[in-house]
């Protein structure tokens, strides 16, 4: 398989972002991977990679892009508290930025990319999202129930607040089928907010699983971070594809 670099064209400027497409010439179902707060790195290269490896081309947008290319700050010390404080103190007002109206428009045109493409497969696609990426990977599934087929946010957060455009608040809309992998003890998505999340998902009707990790924190599929938990990360890939199997299998 082969990951490039490519750019996207979106309403607001151009999302640089990683493609990476099986061995053979497709056309391949696709699947979106939405990034945590540290964006596009080897690591999310690594993730790509195994989900493509399953017969899917991968696309992973920059979803901070309005700040410049990725990287946006020095990665190299993740597992440095210091370090890792300083980035996420800077990306944080663009993280904020990214409303569900902004998702939305963003999403359009990564869809709209991956259905010019000929070694993609006609049809919806799927997505998953890590941490920031999981909450807008619920937005995007939302905005876009035609052309998602299935969504899953692992380790996701703020999915549940108190404004009146929560992302739990519009699953009413959603078609498809939707995943949670949850990180235990998790002060951005407590059992009381996952229980405000399901009774939110039972009461639209909606296809779900929703389940709670123990032990693990939040990042846990992050292996460049002091956050992985190699067992919940495991644990994530059965139910990420399993999600995959389901909604849009490779045969």
């Given at each position: 398989m082969q990951t490039t670099t490519v750019d996207i064209p979106t309403s607001d400027g151009v999302a640089d972002a990683c493609l990476t497409r099986p061995d053979g010439?497709?056309?391949f179902p696709a699947v979106l991977l939405f990034m945590d707060a540290f964006g596009p790195r080897p690591r999310l290269v690594e993730m790509a990679e195994r989900i493509a490896a399953r017969g899917y081309l991968v696309l992973t947008p920059h979803l901070l892009y309005r700040a410049g290319r990725a990287p946006l700050a020095d990665l190299s010390r993740l597992g440095d508290p210091a370090q890792r404080g300083a980035i996420i103190e800077k990306v944080m007002p663009l993280i904020r930025a990214l409303t569900a109206d902004v998702i939305n428009r963003d999403t359009a045109a990564y869809l709209d990319f991956l259905a010019a493409r000929d070694d993609v497969r006609p049809g919806p696609v799927a997505i998953t999202g890590y941490c920031m990426g999981g909450?807008?990977?619920?937005?995007?599934?939302?905005?876009?129930?035609?052309?998602?087929?299935?969504?899953?946010?692992?380790?996701?957060?703020?999915?549940?607040?108190?404004?009146?455009?929560?992302?739990?608040?519009?699953?009413?809309?959603?078609?498809g089928e939707v995943y949670f992998g949850h990180a235990d003890a998790d002060q951005s998505m407590t059992p009381e907010q996952i229980a405000t999340l399901e009774k939110a998902l039972d009461a639209a009707g909606v296809r779900y699983g929703s389940e709670v990790y123990a032990g693990a924190h939040h990042g846990y599929t992050m292996a460049d971070t002091p956050a992985y938990d190699e067992q919940a990360t495991e644990r994530h890939w059965v139910a990420l594809f399993d999600l995959l199997d389901r909604n849009l299998p490779t045969g």
């Open positions: 010439d497709g056309p909450t807008n990977a619920l937005l995007a599934i939302e905005a876009h129930p035609d052309r998602i087929a299935a969504a899953a946010s692992f380790h996701g957060g703020r999915i549940v607040t108190d404004a009146p455009d929560s992302p739990h608040l519009g699953v009413g809309s959603i078609t």
